[in-house]
């Protein structure tokens, strides 16, 4: 599956964003589909999930209630809705195919190009 995901840009605190992340080449509604965003000098790290049919979703503490993940399977697409932003959002954001292992839920496959999200104070 090839992934790319678009809609970043330069926002002020408490403003909002809506990234897209197209997918082509695999059957996109068998996967489980994640966003990751990765700030200067840190790790990538995760922030939302979404099940294959988009009836279950599950975010990190620190975006809970501000953003919102959702897909549409007849346009393989994923959206990341991001409400409140904060400077501290500031970073690329990266979708990704997920699945569930031993070690509990991961990305797997190609990141593709990520979009520069920036939040000025």
């Known amino acids: 599956v090839q992934l790319q995901a678009s809609g970043g840009g330069l926002v002020q605190a408490e403003g909002s964003l809506r990234l897209s992340c197209a997918a082509s080449?695999?059957?996109?509604?068998?996967?489980?589909m994640g966003w990751f965003r990765q700030a200067p000098g840190k790790e990538r790290e995760f922030v939302a999930r979404?099940?294959?049919?988009?009836?279950?979703?599950y975010y990190t503490d620190s975006v809970k209630g501000r953003f919102t993940i959702s897909r549409d399977n007849a346009k393989n697409t994923v959206y990341l809705q991001m409400n409140s932003l904060k400077p501290e959002d500031t970073a690329v954001y990266y979708c990704a195919t997920m699945k569930y292992t031993v070690a509990g839920w991961r990305p797997f496959g190609s990141w593709g190009l990520g979009t520069q999200v920036t939040v000025s104070s």
């Open positions: 979404i099940s294959g049919s988009g009836g279950t979703t």
């Open positions: 080449g695999g059957t996109f509604s068998s996967y489980a």
